[in-house]
């Protein structure tokens, strides 16, 4: 991303001239306080919002010729997975993305598999998605991005609201994957155990971009943006 | 506190189970449709039309009494028809005394048919259900070329519906937990337990629509160009030849008789 702004309809102005770049494997973290411009900023890596500025995915840009492209490269997971469980069954919602990548219908099967065996769901294909339980939904949701085989997979705050067992398991989930990865969190412990790069971004603009050891033994840097080295649990 | 439109399948092996679905919903709304062109007073009309429900409720392996509880849900609805005795013109009958309104003998008659007709109706829509899970029924509704946007409408409409009802629910909880009472001290008025209903009903509003973008997002996410696709796939056998026709037959020679009659 280069120099990205953007402004809601609203008015507010939500990102401030945004620069990164992501190397392919790199596993990175974005934390901030809330209304920073993290979800916007997510919104823009896959098409959805178009600011000003210029994005490059996989080194195609983003415009509205290759979003298919782009969607199919860059997986987003959203926070509320009842937003991401759509359809009745789970193996529709999971096949979704393969079935509309026009893929032939034994690939879409097998991409269906595929997925809810890497993260440890066979077997729930016939389940009814909103009869879940809240961490079965996050892992079904994370299935639904995953059979789309994309390169990059980003994460609205994917433990948010999740008990310690559930917590866990996506954690090592997240651990396996191969992916390049951004991730949008308010868990520091993850942060800290997962990812080497944290992005701090604060007010629309990115605050700092390091090493998350580094940015985390800073305690004022973190006061001044309204975050702890430690988590709330 | 998870409710399902879904609850509704029945899962058995039978024939009627197995039939294709477009052809379970074509037969569900010719006979609704048939139903309500049967002309009224004609009881043995809708005798018949009751038996061939049962006949094929017995096939389908579900117990015979299930259609029939479940079908009082319309009593609510019907409620509107109980005017219908008393403004039908027609031979009188009872006098309700002190109010000068009058029941017909006609007026009774089409009471009779109207309720009737919503009965049967209601039943074949239970029976659908029960035997027709609702994947399949969107796709059969698509299949029969209904417009795009109605079907889509409806499967999200199945989908969300008690994701709403939950919200709905917190709200009112949350206002619960905030509506003492306490002795002495005067409730508010209708009007502000009014105004504090209809803000909420907005505010749920308001969530839908917030929601609905976020869902709109999502599908975006994964690639959806505005067609809905389905892997889901029937193909008419012999079986669903034969079973629409001998519906459609006995539907309507029931209709020839009624209406020569």
Redesign the interface.
């Known amino acids: 991303m280069e120099n990205l702004h953007y402004s809601y309809p609203d008015g507010k102005e939500a990102l401030k001239g945004v620069d990164l770049i992501i190397q392919p494997g790199e596993k990175v973290a974005l934390v901030g306080p809330n209304g920073a411009g993290k979800s916007t900023l997510i919104?823009h890596l896959?098409g959805?919002l178009d600011g000003d500025g210029e994005i490059r995915v996989c080194g195609m840009p983003v415009t509205k010729e290759n979003l298919?492209q782009v969607?199919?490269s860059v997986?987003?997971v959203?926070q509320?997975p009842?937003?991401?469980l759509?359809?009745?069954?789970v193996f529709?919602d999971v096949?979704?993305?393969p079935?509309?990548?026009g893929m032939a219908?034994e690939d879409?099967y097998q991409r269906v598999d595929e997925a809810l065996i890497a993260v440890g769901m066979s077997g729930y294909e016939k389940r009814?998605?909103?009869?879940l339980s809240g961490g079965e939904k996050k892992q079904i949701a994370i299935a639904?991005?995953l059979s789309?085989e994309p390169e990059i997979l980003v994460l609205d705050e994917p433990t948010a609201g999740l008990d310690p067992r559930s917590r866990r398991r996506l954690i090592n989930l997240l651990n396996q994957l191969p992916q390049t990865m951004l991730v949008s969190t308010h868990d520091i412990p993850m942060v800290a155990e997962l990812f080497q790069r944290t992005i701090v971004i604060d007010g629309g603009i990115i605050a700092r971009d390091g090493s998350t050891q580094g940015i985390l033994a800073d305690n004022e840097f973190l006061e001044q943006h309204g975050l702890e080295a430690a988590s709330p649990w | 506190m998870?409710y399902?439109l879904?609850d509704q399948y029945i899962p058995r092996s039978s024939v009627v189970h197995q039939l294709d679905p477009r052809v379970k919903v074509v037969a569900t709304l010719a006979y609704i449709f048939s139903v309500g062109i049967t002309p009224e007073g004609v009881w043995w009309a809708f005798c018949v039309q009751f038996a061939y429900l049962l006949i094929v409720i017995l096939i389908a392996d579900i117990n015979f009494l299930y259609t029939i509880r479940r079908s009082f849900i319309i009593v609510p609805f019907v409620l509107a028809a109980l005017a219908v005795p008393f403004t039908t013109p027609g031979l009188e009958w009872i006098r309700i005394p002190g109010l000068e309104w009058t029941i017909t003998q006609e007026g009774l008659i089409r009471l009779g048919s109207i309720l009737l007709r919503a009965w049967l109706a209601v039943q074949a829509a239970i029976l659908l259900s029960a035997t027709t899970p609702?994947?399949d029924m969107?796709w059969a509704l698509s299949a029969l070329r209904f417009p795009k946007s109605l079907v889509a409408t409806i499967?999200?409409m199945?989908?969300?519906l008690?994701?709403l009802a939950d919200e709905a629910s917190r709200m009112l909880r949350a206002r619960a937990a905030r509506s003492p009472r306490i002795k002495g001290v005067t409730r508010p008025s209708m009007i502000w337990q009014g105004k504090v209903a209809g803000s909420m009903v907005g505010s749920l509003f308001l969530r839908s629509i917030e929601?609905s973008e976020?869902?709109y997002?999502?599908?975006?996410?994964?690639?959806?160009?505005g067609q809905m696709?389905?892997?889901i796939r029937f193909e008419m056998r012999n079986s669903d030849w034969i079973f629409i026709f001998s519906a459609g037959l006995c539907l309507g020679l029931v209709q020839v008789f009624a209406y020569l009659g």
């Open positions: 919104l896959n959805i298919g969607r199919a997986g987003v959203f509320d009842d937003d991401q759509f359809s009745p069954t529709e096949a979704f993305g079935l509309y990548m219908e879409v009814i998605s909103h009869h639904t991005v789309m | 998870h399902d879904s609702v994947p969107f499967r999200f199945y989908r969300y008690f994701v929601r976020r869902i997002d999502a599908m975006l996410s994964r690639g959806y160009d696709r389905s892997l």
